[in-house]
Structure formats: structure tokens, C-alpha cells
């Protein structure tokens, strides 16, 4: 379900500041499974759109999954049928779509994002720069980047770890060619056991993001997938939410609760919420503090992924105990029909411990003295 981000942009003529809403669209993402992805992303668009979303961005990889094994051998051009999908969508209800997906180009395959206008036309391409090492075997890395200018201002186009702390290089090229908002499709991932509250990747996102925001007087915002990685070198490891949009004041979205309607504007994030309880909204029947729901959106999805795919480890364990049991049982059977082939072959061979017995006995007999 997409979190709604509604921000002043670009200088008008009359010198005011010009505004568009973004969705951050926090897909679930299944590995390898480019059908059932590509379905919630057009759903999503629906959704985005009917809200009234200029611009709709949605995370990496989303056709594959990011590091999912099937890049190697499923991955496909673009332009190309996955890619035309989004361009379908971008014509279909008239917005600006950022997507990420996994390109193959010849024997390489590239995380890529594209950035389609409403008219259903790729306007950029580009190719992760900063890839992770653990999966330079599945993507090769990207050389060039691009911005283009659109009625909302300068965009530059970025993919999740291209924000890091230590590859801020690539923020500050596209700040200096002009972008005024980047937009970056994202997969950030937590270890498995991390807690679903608050923010589980603290200040990893924010503060690189505010570091460019703050200089260049740009917007970033990122979407990230929801989910459970499946295969690949980071198996295990979870995508919960917390996508964000960051302006030189800071956040833009991801207050924590709504506000009380007197908080004073000091205490508000840019998006009307707040994260200090104190001038939280109170639930009646709680007495509780009110969560911001488009913040927290990404519980409820993220704990029903994580249930499917904890039902389906559990179907898979029990039908690996199944398989064992059987294979143990034939094992054994193996066992005795070798024995029982053996003994009839030579059966001397297989009464000998008998034998050796009674010979034993024998030994422990008293000597009888000879005469």
C-alpha cells in the first residue's frame, strides 16, 4: 500500500514553489516471482493514481526481487515485456512511474530503474552504480547517470545503496547536474529477528538523504519493498517499509503519531504528524497515542508476509520429515535385504558367531588330566 507524500518542488513564475504528490509505494516483493509482483504494482498504481499521485515510485527490483538467484536466467531486456507493464501503467492513469527492475542486456544482467512519463515513454535508464559485493556474481555495475527536466522540476534517478554514507559521490553528481528531486527504488533489508516498531534502520537512510537534501535544496524520497528474502546471498534477512521522502528541513513523511489538532507547528514533522507523544492524538478506548497510519502501513503488510512465509516453511519442514522418515525406512529395508542376500549365499559364513560361541564354551571347560 503506497504512503502519500504531497511537497512543494519547484520555483513557479510567480515565484511561489510548485507542488507534487508522490506515492512511495511499498510493494511486497516475492523472489522469482515476476507475475504476482508485477500484479500488486498495478494495483498499487490504481491506488496511487485514484489518490491523485503526479508521480508514483516503487522499489528495486520488483519483477525478480533484488539478489533472488532467477536475475541470472530470468532477467530481461528493456525495453522489453516487464518494462512495457509499467509503461502501460504510466499511460494508462497518466502519471510519472519510477520502477525498479532487473535488466538483461546480452551475457550481463543490471539492477536497474526506469523512469517513464505519463505518456508511457522511458525517459531514463540507469543502472545501479554502487552494488553490493555479495551480489556482483548475479549484477554487473552501471557507468553513467542521467537527470531529466519535467513540469515538477530536475529529476535524478538513484537506487537504494547508491545512498550510502560512503557513496555519496553519486547524490552529489546528480545534485550538480541540477536534480531537485531524486527519486530511488529501494530493497533495505533488516536481520530476521529485528523488531517491527519505531524505526528499526535508525539514522542509516536519513542522514545521508538530509546530508544532500540540506546542500542541493533537493527532495529524496525512496520506496522500499516489504517482505522476506528468499535465496541468495541475503536470505533471511527482511524488508520492513519505513520509506521516506527527506527535504533540507528533514523528514517530509514518517512522523510516528497523529498529532493532537493544537500541537504547536515546532512539534510537527512536515507531513502534520508528530513523534513526540506529548502532543499525540489519544485513542478513547486506549488512552494510547495514535499511530501515523500511512507511517505504519508497512506493519500489517509485512507481518502478513512474514506469517506466509513462516506457513510455508512450516509446510516445507514437515514435508522434509516426511521425506526423511521414508528415506530412513528404506535405508533399513536396504540393510536387511543385504543381510538376508548375504546369509543365503553362505550360510557357514553367517553361523559362524554360533561357532565361535561354543568354541568359547568349550575353552572354559575344566582340563581333564591325562593319564
Same mark, same amino acid.
Given at each position: 500500500m503506497p504512503i502519500f507524500a504531497c511537497f512543494s518542488q519547484q520555483e513557479s513564475e510567480e515565484g511561489g514553489r510548485l507542488k507534487?504528490?508522490?506515492?512511495?509505494g511499498q510493494l511486497l516483493v516475492?523472489?522469482?516471482?515476476?507475475?504476482? %509482483?508485477?500484479e500488486r504494482a498495478e494495483k498499487m498504481a490504481?491506488?496511487?493514481a485514484a489518490k491523485?499521485?503526479?508521480?508514483?515510485? /516503487?522499489?528495486?527490483?520488483?519483477?525478480?526481487?533484488?539478489?533472488?538467484?532467477?536475475?541470472?536466467?530470468?532477467?530481461?531486456?528493456?525495453?522489453?515485456? @516487464? #518494462?512495457?507493464?509499467i509503461c502501460a501503467l504510466a499511460l494508462k492513469h497518466k502519471m510519472y512511474i519510477c520502477a525498479g527492475l532487473t535488466e538483461r542486456d546480452g551475457e550481463? $544482467?543490471? %539492477?536497474?530503474?526506469?523512469?517513464?512519463d505519463p505518456e508511457g515513454k522511458i525517459l531514463v535508464k540507469y543502472r545501479k552504480? %554502487?552494488? /553490493?559485493?555479495?551480489?556482483? +556474481?548475479?549484477?554487473?555495475?552501471?557507468?553513467?547517470?542521467?537527470?531529466?527536466?519535467?513540469?515538477?522540476?530536475?529529476?535524478?534517478? %538513484?537506487?537504494?545503496?547508491? !545512498? @550510502?554514507?560512503?557513496s555519496l559521490e553519486i547524490g552529489h553528481v546528480l545534485g550538480r547536474m541540477g536534480a531537485q528531486l531524486i527519486l530511488s527504488p529501494s530493497a533495505w533489508t533488516v536481520d530476521f529477528g529485528a523488531i517491527e516498531v519505531g524505526n528499526p534502520y535508525g539514522e542509516k537512510w536519513l542522514k545521508p538523504a538530509h546530508t544532500l537534501a540540506a546542500l542541493y535544496d533537493m527532495v529524496i524520497c525512496s520506496a522500499t519493498s516489504v517482505g522476506t528474502i528468499v535465496g541468495g546471498a541475503y536470505e533471511?534477512?527482511?524488508?520492513?517499509?519505513?520509506?521516506?521522502?527527506?527535504?533540507? +528541513?528533514?523528514?517530509?513523511?514518517q512522523g510516528r503519531y497523529q498529532a493532537k489538532p493544537d500541537a504547536p507547528k515546532a512539534q510537527l514533522t512536515p507531513d502534520g504528524a508528530t513523534n513526540n507523544p506529548q502532543f499525540a492524538a489519544i485513542d478513547p478506548a486506549t488512552k494510547q497515542p495514535v499511530e501515523n497510519g500511512a507511517r505504519q502501513v508497512w506493519?500489517?503488510?509485512?507481518?502478513?508476509? &512474514?506469517?506466509? !512465509?513462516?506457513? @510455508?516453511?512450516? #509446510?516445507?519442514?514437515?514435508?522434509?520429515?516426511?521425506?526423511?522418515?521414508?528415506?530412513?525406512?528404506?535405508?533399513?529395508?536396504?540393510?536387511?535385504?543385504?543381510? $538376508?542376500?548375504?546369509?543365503?549365499? &553362505?550360510?557357514?559364513?553367517?553361523?559362524?558367531?554360533?561357532h565361535r560361541s561354543d568354541t568359547r564354551a568349550d575353552s572354559k571347560a575344566p582340563a581333564v588330566p591325562v593319564a
Amino acid at each position: 500500500m503506497p504512503i502519500f507524500a504531497c511537497f512543494s518542488q519547484q520555483e513557479s513564475e510567480e515565484g511561489g514553489r510548485l507542488k507534487v504528490k508522490v506515492g512511495l509505494g511499498q510493494l511486497l516483493v516475492e523472489g522469482g516471482e515476476p507475475e504476482r %509482483n508485477l500484479e500488486r504494482a498495478e494495483k498499487m498504481a490504481g491506488e496511487a493514481a485514484a489518490k491523485g499521485c503526479q508521480i508514483l515510485l /516503487l522499489p528495486e527490483c520488483l519483477d525478480l526481487g533484488w539478489c533472488h538467484p532467477t536475475a541470472k536466467v530470468e532477467s530481461l531486456p528493456i525495453p522489453g515485456p @516487464y #518494462s512495457d507493464r509499467i509503461c502501460a501503467l504510466a499511460l494508462k492513469h497518466k502519471m510519472y512511474i519510477c520502477a525498479g527492475l532487473t535488466e538483461r542486456d546480452g551475457e550481463r $544482467v543490471y %539492477n536497474t530503474a526506469i523512469f517513464v512519463d505519463p505518456e508511457g515513454k522511458i525517459l531514463v535508464k540507469y543502472r545501479k552504480i %554502487n552494488e /553490493l559485493t555479495v551480489v556482483h +556474481d548475479i549484477y554487473s555495475i552501471g557507468m553513467t547517470l542521467g537527470v531529466v527536466e519535467t513540469p515538477f522540476g530536475i529529476i535524478g534517478i %538513484n537506487i537504494c545503496a547508491d !545512498n @550510502y554514507g560512503d557513496s555519496l559521490e553519486i547524490g552529489h553528481v546528480l545534485g550538480r547536474m541540477g536534480a531537485q528531486l531524486i527519486l530511488s527504488p529501494s530493497a533495505w533489508t533488516v536481520d530476521f529477528g529485528a523488531i517491527e516498531v519505531g524505526n528499526p534502520y535508525g539514522e542509516k537512510w536519513l542522514k545521508p538523504a538530509h546530508t544532500l537534501a540540506a546542500l542541493y535544496d533537493m527532495v529524496i524520497c525512496s520506496a522500499t519493498s516489504v517482505g522476506t528474502i528468499v535465496g541468495g546471498a541475503y536470505e533471511g534477512k527482511k524488508m520492513v517499509g519505513c520509506s521516506l521522502a527527506v527535504g533540507k +528541513d528533514g523528514l517530509i513523511v514518517q512522523g510516528r503519531y497523529q498529532a493532537k489538532p493544537d500541537a504547536p507547528k515546532a512539534q510537527l514533522t512536515p507531513d502534520g504528524a508528530t513523534n513526540n507523544p506529548q502532543f499525540a492524538a489519544i485513542d478513547p478506548a486506549t488512552k494510547q497515542p495514535v499511530e501515523n497510519g500511512a507511517r505504519q502501513v508497512w506493519i500489517s503488510e509485512t507481518a502478513l508476509t &512474514n506469517a506466509l !512465509n513462516m506457513s @510455508y516453511m512450516a #509446510s516445507q519442514l514437515a514435508l522434509f520429515g516426511v521425506v526423511v522418515g521414508i528415506a530412513l525406512l528404506l535405508t533399513g529395508l536396504g540393510f536387511g535385504i543385504l543381510a $538376508v542376500g548375504g546369509a543365503l549365499r &553362505n550360510p557357514e559364513t553367517a553361523l559362524t558367531f554360533l561357532h565361535r560361541s561354543d568354541t568359547r564354551a568349550d575353552s572354559k571347560a575344566p582340563a581333564v588330566p591325562v593319564a
